[in-house]
């Protein structure tokens, strides 16, 4: 019997390795985000983005995250003190005209803050984990085009400016002034914070200008209330990188504090309540905003009990906690004016 053929069966030729390179498709990698990012915020940026060609698509991207697009609660933390201002000059919901102005402005002039801030940091934020993937910290915009947004943003927010009054025009070259100085503080004094919330809040005394042609002192009580928020919201956050703001040489108000931290928050948060008692005694407001204010000291204890460790995603919540309170005291005040 013949013996039963076995064939092996046909192997195919291996793909050359050209041919294997073009079957590829090189799938273009995701812009970097720093690890502080909205991820809510990020995909609206990618949405908003997805129609221009790629390198454009890049670049537009790495500016929107440079002005701090992908992270509206800065924004949101600029805007509630200038609606607070707004509502007390107004006596009730404010004027259209002054409103727009002053809202675009919040958002133009953050950005614009933003901006100027990497630009002062570009070589301290490469050291810290949080501030690494920043675009200009990860060398995916130049100082230079940091610098041309800046002034950018600055002018627009000055052209918003010129459709008011004389006063608030002259008020705004402080506000620019105070932008501009902030980040260079982190170098020289221990109390940056107290210079973000006089930029932050410079906004208060040209609302009430815009709308009454002066600042009363109920202002220059809100403006002074929202500088004590501010080293509140900003020490918290400042915690998130107390670490590696010592080994790279920054200065903050979380550092100064120390152990006593803590104890220093509440202090101010006891002050700041304080502050905004005054303010609605003088703006003879009603329960609606007793009630608000009530509400805020709630939200202060729960800010104290989440960094009561000082552990780094609970002292960034806390920061991120502080929208909800200055909405909260948005809320009592429109409240209390409507119900007069």
């Known amino acids: 019997m013949a013996p039963t053929s076995r064939k092996r069966p046909r192997r195919n030729p291996p793909a050359p390795a050209t041919s294997r390179a073009r079957a590829a498709v090189p799938v273009a990698p995701k812009p970097q985000r720093p690890a502080d990012s909205s991820t809510r915020a990020a995909r609206v940026l990618d949405w ?9 698509r890049e670049k537009a991207h790495d500016i929107l995250v440079l002005t701090r697009m992908d992270r509206p609660i800065g924004a949101l933390l600029l805007l509630w003190p200038t ?173 100064l504090f120390g152990d006593a931290d803590l104890m220093i928050i509440g202090v101010l948060m006891g002050t700041f309540l304080t502050a905004m008692v005054m303010v609605g005694t003088r703006a003879h407001l009603g329960w609606p905003y007793w009630l608000a204010v009530a509400l805020a000291a709630g939200l202060f204890g729960w800010q104290q009990w989440l960094i009561r460790n000082r552990a780094r995603d609970a002292c960034l919540a806390a920061f991120r906690h502080n929208n909800w309170l200055g909405l909260t005291l948005w809320i009592g005040i429109a409240l209390a004016l409507a119900l007069r």
């Not at 983005?49 to 390198?55: S, T």
Request: hydrophobic residues 55%; aromatic residues 12%; proline residues 6%.
């Open 83 to 255: 609606w607070w201002a707004l509502w007390l000059a107004a006596g009730d919901f404010p004027p259209w005209k002054p409103l727009l102005i002053f809202t675009l402005g919040v958002f133009a002039m953050r950005a614009a803050g933003c901006a100027i801030n990497d630009y002062a940091d570009r070589k301290l934020d490469p050291q810290v984990a949080r501030t690494a993937g920043r675009p200009l910290a990860a060398g995916r915009i130049t100082p230079r085009e940091a610098l041309i947004v800046f002034v950018s943003l600055l002018a627009l927010a000055f052209v918003l400016v010129l459709f008011t009054n004389a006063l608030t025009i002259k008020l705004s070259f402080v506000g620019a002034a105070l932008a501009a100085l902030y980040p260079f503080t982190k170098r020289y004094t221990d109390l940056p914070q107290v210079v973000l919330g006089a930029a932050f809040g410079w906004s208060i005394p040209m609302a009430f200008a815009a709308v009454q042609n002066t600042v009363p002192a109920v202002g220059w009580v809100l403006f002074i209330a929202n500088i004590l928020w501010s080293v509140i919201y900003d020490t918290e956050y400042a915690m998130v990188d107390r670490d590696e703001d010592l080994k790279a040489g920054a200065r903050s108000t979380a550092i």
């Open 48 to 56: 908003l983005l997805q129609k221009l060609p790629a390198a454009q």
